[in-house]
């Protein structure tokens, strides 16, 4: 089985066919160029004849493509004498292998090498998309030889090329490449000419990184607002209640009243719950008992984690404490330090793990040139304005959670499922809010073991059963000691107590509280239930689908393939599902955010990720319209947390990085292909510049204080909902794409 | 991407060792363009150079923004002929009129967003509104910078229009004018576009645009008198000396008494107009008062933080004696053992080396610009011209009294500029600009910015000098001999920055254990360090300039 992308090429355990790549022969000797033509026509029959062709940047797939005339004998014979060697899958790989020999070592090269942007045309997109699709569906027919080699080439032979004018051609498509060209593609052409693919890299990770730090500068949630303050300082508290039971001599203990305090992991659950108890899952404890230890290593640092004095101590105590506090926050080094923990964890597990996502997934063949979509995806993802702002701005540690979550997803891809689920069980136990995701991953997962069927599907079921449990169990261990710690654990994990909603949060009950006071229409544990039925309803379907889609697929593969028993290698790679995922994750946590109970509005950047992921499609050459939907579910996520950034002041930041990765990324809505997107596109953006110009001149009148953040909830809220839709559409299509009639 | 092209033979390609030219219209086709209209590349750098310095607003401002701040309210409230005389601020007004003005002007505005900016007696206000304004103004007036950028690349054809984009780039996001305007705050960037501007005039030979530029930066900001020397010459020579029919020979000039009135013409109306209405308003006493302002003489020799100059070096020397002398009991008197060094403004004494006074800087600095003058005197050719000016803020750099660390912006914009003249060229630049940028690190005290700087400058480096090498051709052996020493230079850097970055604090980690003549080290260091490279630069450029 090959991988579900046939250019990426370098499927796992494929039984992969290695073409001698050619050499380049010196420029200009036509005579070897010939020879060696010959030479390699007759190992790569399909790449072959591309390489005559104008089409280097958007050659359609093989089995689509009509051989130019004065190459079909060659053709033709050279695929009939491949043709017995070859089983179903080597052939395809082979076809994978040649369309890699293709792009990488293309002898000819029509048009200059600087105009290396994959233009994403009209024909790209179809031809990508359907590429996609007819890939996919062929899974099932896959029994012996496919119709690319040898039927719909040999027919098309016979019919009349319709190929536009080369000149045309080249005109159009110059157009197109303006059109859809961006800042991050020039960038990535440009340093990729001039520096190593490391190189390249390194630069735009430092640019990130860069940005990131820029955006530190801004103030953090809560900044010199004593007693409380806010995020910030939970997440110092948290460093240094968990680092305080350390005791070795490498460590300095933090100066102050507090130092004596040492607290076992037992009581971390427990301590101190007026002044921002510990409510997140095991692994942001441990996350933050390890940060308190690099603390603790310095002098200089150690301050940073002093514990505040227990609710019961002096009041002059708790006075000393508010005072160092006050300083510390005064010196600006704490804050520097807390921000560097978060860009560092962010570049070691998000940057990473997007990095691997966009070379698996939106890489062009195995050269240099092929990092480049790579780079502009990674960049694309990364600079996202919501997360910088909401990590790097506001203060939380979301990176590592989405980071460990698109590890899991990485997992997946690569056919490592257990790995995936330790993954993803890391990322629920570091922060809750990854459950909103975990009907997605756990719909694939069950679906694979379906796909598979019989004993490897009830072995891989078992063996996923397992793994799971076992790593919650060990994330839980310090707290299973006694019942009561570990229902403590769970009980503020899961605040059920605190009502609907906290703040205007863009989801459907805050936006329904506008018209009906829900909260005094039912009582708290009315509305969990009702809460959690709508959740259910909303996110089922896309589960059952996705399971549903996974049954059938394997079912087709099992008849077909029928006497060949060529299961043991499917065990090992990702089932053609897998490309259902962003999507099935998107719907999921969609779901939740819209209609579950206790949501808050930087709970947006869960559904955001993996629509973000989408956007290297376009680099890739298919999804426009993921694009499309991607950026405006971006710009207006961003938006919808407008209110929680102004009492942040992170203004500047705001307005600066939202219109600078716009801009980025190539984005005018203006210059959108007539769709429906298009015009839901410029009128939220319309709606958001007379919002923000309307709080700018005037101030909601006395009686009602919210006025503009309801404004605020009830556009994105509408805009959240039609995305939502699109998507369910869009898994739609894919999924019959998958299991095909 | 040229190595898998076949066709070469049939189609021009570059060479490997050029890079492909920028998707981007030649230069004479760039010229024709309206200037408003920018090329994807321009657009480009102009927004992320504009959305990355409105992300550094909240960034560490040094005393220099509540100096601007209270010139803002000194120029709104008070009347013309007191703004030299006002003293409700220890930070009065120490510019020429032009900045004066310029500062009533952005007063208005001021007033607008936040009437409590512009008022006299709210010494220290640090509201967002004030820090957004001023911030924004710094912004928004380096838009000279980027017009004199732009019609300086479009219409370069020494370096073609790939490479001028790059320097031009370069220049508008130089971590040095980023860290001293966007962060330390100043208004180096509009002050260096209206040199550029005049540069410009000069390379089109646009004589009197470029004398009336200079005069109006003058007396925006007196520190460019040091320039002031190779202006003259230039203009004199290449204007008022008419040419003959053979232009290379000088003894077919002709000098020419019509076109020096003009130009005096130009210059005095124009310091008329800068000083004219503090006379009408205050008479010859207002005008004394101003250059009382501008030339304070009671400085000491060294800026608080050493500059990287020369003097930073012979003070060094100098401590290093009155170690050694001391500890062989010889006597010295115990002030100039506690001077210098202290990190306070005052005068430093030598322990052991004579004494240097103003008289000897200026004299040494004249002295050794006289040498590039004559040069100059002989081919008043604008790349010439350019060199001198390169030179002349190096020499006053490394040889005046009392430079501040932000004049390296002087010699270091107009360098860039000259980066691909030749492999000399390009080398001192990457030296002078290494070195130059380093010793502006010391001016961010707070460590939020640490990572910015850094990461900033090392980005800056890694994409600009290798662009700018591949278009330079190589050098012979030994100056690559040369080279491979300057790379260990440049090597050292990084040890320096993790002294002064993690090892010092290890090894002295407390205040209170610190011994008192250790606390300066890292910042001496730096400055010796860096005063290492900026001289060799100099005289690297210096060899070439004198030689060819």
Known sequence: MDDFRPTEGRGHGVPSLHYPLPRRPPPGDSLSLNSHLSATSSHAPIGRQRTHSDHVQLDPPPYLQQPTKHHQKQHYSSSTSLKPA??????????????RYTKEGAPFQPFPSTWTAPPPSDTTHKSHQSRRRVHSSRRETAGGDTASESGISVLSAFRPTQRPQVDGDKERRRASREHTDSPLRRWARWSGQRQSVAGALGL???????????????????????????????????????????????????????????????????????????????????????????????????????????????????????????????????????????????????????????????????????????????????????????????????????????????????????????????????????????????????????????????????????????????????????????????????????????????????????IVK????????????????????????????????????????????????????????????????????????????????????????????????????????????????????????????????????????????????????????????????????????????????LELVASPPAHLPDLFVLFNVALSVVVFGLGFLWASKRSVQEGWGVVGM | MSRKSFSSSTRIRPSKEVPPPLPSPPAPAAAQKPWWHLSTTERDVLIASLVFKFLLFPAYRSTDFEVHRNWLAITHSLPLSQWYFDTGSEWTLDYPPFFAYFERFMASFAYLVDPKIVQLDNLGYDAWSVVAFQRTTVVLSELVLTGALLKWARRSMKPDYPTAVIIASSVLLHPGLLIVDHMHFQYNGFLLGLLLWSVVAAREDNLYACAALFAALLNFKHIFIYLAPPYFIFLLRRHCFSKGSECSSSSSRQFQMDRLVELGVIVVSIFALSFGPFLIAGGTAGIRQIFSRLFPFQRGLNHAYWAPNVWALVSAVDRVLVKYLLSRGWPISPSAVTSASRGLIGTIEFGVLPAVTPTVTFSLTLAISLVYLTKLWLDPSYKRFLDSLVLSAFTSFLWGWHVHEKAVLLFLVPLSLTAVEDHDHLRTFIIASTAGVYSLFPLLIKPAETPIKLLASIIWAAVVFPSLRKVVPLPNLFSMLVDYAETFYLYGFIALQLYVGVVHEWIFPSPEVIKPSMEFLPLMLTSLYCALGVVWAWLRLSWVYLSK
């Open chain 1, 86 to 99: 070859l089983t179903a899958t080597s052939s395809r790989s082979a076809s994978a292998a040649s369309s």
């Open chain 1, 204 to 514: 735009s990770l430092a640019l990130v990184v860069l940005i990131k730090w820029c955006i530190s500068l801004g103030n953090y949630s809560g900044a010199n607002t004593p007693p409380l303050r806010g995020d910030f300082e939970a997440q110092r508290h948290w460093l240094a209640l968990t680092s305080s039971s350390l005791s070795s001599p490498f460590f300095h203990s933090p100066a102050g009243a507090s130092s004596s305090l040492s607290l076992p992991p037992t009581a971390w659950y427990f301590h101190d719950l007026s002044y921002w108890g510990l409510d997140y899952p095991p692994l942001t404890a441990y996350h933050s008992l390890f940060l308190g230890a690099i603390a603790r290593l310095s002098p200089h640092t150690a301050p940073f984690v002093t514990l505040r004095p227990p609710v019961n101590s002096s009041v002059a105590e708790l006075e000393n404490w508010e005072q160092s506090m006050v300083e510390l926050e005064a010196g600006g080094a704490m804050k520097s330090w807390m921000r560097g923990t978060v860009v560092w964890g962010d570049l070691l597990v998000w940057a990473s793990a997007v990095v691997v996502y966009c070379r698996v997934n939106y890489a062009r063949g195995a050269g240099d040139k092929g990092w480049r979509p790579v780079i502009v995806s990674a960049m694309s993802i990364l600079l996202q304005p919501a997360l910088l702002l909401v990590d790097n701005g506001h203060f939380q540690y979301n990176s590592l959670m989405l980071g460990l979550t698109l590890w899991s997803v990485n997992f997946l891809q690569a056919g490592h499922d257990l790995l995936g689920a330790v993954a993803f069980v890391l990322s629920l136990g570091f922060k809750q809010m990854a459950l909103y995701y975990s009907p997605a991953i756990f719909a694939y997962l069950l679906g694979k073991c379906l796909y598979l069927g019989g004993r490897p599907g009830v072995s891989l079921l078992l063996n996923l059963a397992f793994v799971t449990l076992g790593s919650f169990a060990l994330l839980f261990a310090p707290f299973l000691t006694s019942p009561s710690h570990i229902v403590q654990a769970l009980h503020r994990i899961f605040p059920f107590a605190r009502g609907l909603f906290e703040d205007k949060v863009a989801n459907v009950w805050c936006a329904l509280n506008v």
């Open chain 1, 518 to 693: 829900l909260r005094e229409l039912a009582s708290v544990a009315t509305l969990a239930k009702v809460a959690l039925f709508a959740t259910l309803l909303v996110v089922l379907p896309s589960m059952i689908g996705l399971i549903w889609v996974s049954w059938a697929t394997g079912e087709k593969a099992r008849k077909s393939e029928g006497a060949q028993a060529t299961e043991p290698s499917v065990e090992r790679k990702s089932v053609p599902t897998i490309i259902l995922l962003p999507h099935a994750l998107f719907l999921s946590s969609m779901g939740f955010f819209l209609f579950s109970f206790q949501v808050h509005e930087k709970s947006i950047l869960l559904p955001l990720m993996p629509l973000t992921l989408l956007i290297g499609g376009r680099e890739a050459g298919f999804g426009r319209m993921d694009w499309e939907w991607s950026v405006l579910l971006n710009n207006v996520a961003v938006f919808s947390m407008w209110p929680l950034l102004k009492r942040d002041g992170l203004g500047v930041q705001y307005l600066a990085l939202t219109l600078g990765w716009n801009y980025l990324v190539g984005y005018n809505p203006f210059h959108l292909r007539h769709s429906f997107v298009k015009y839901l596109s410029l009128g939220a953006y319309s709606a958001i510049i007379a919002l923000h110009l």
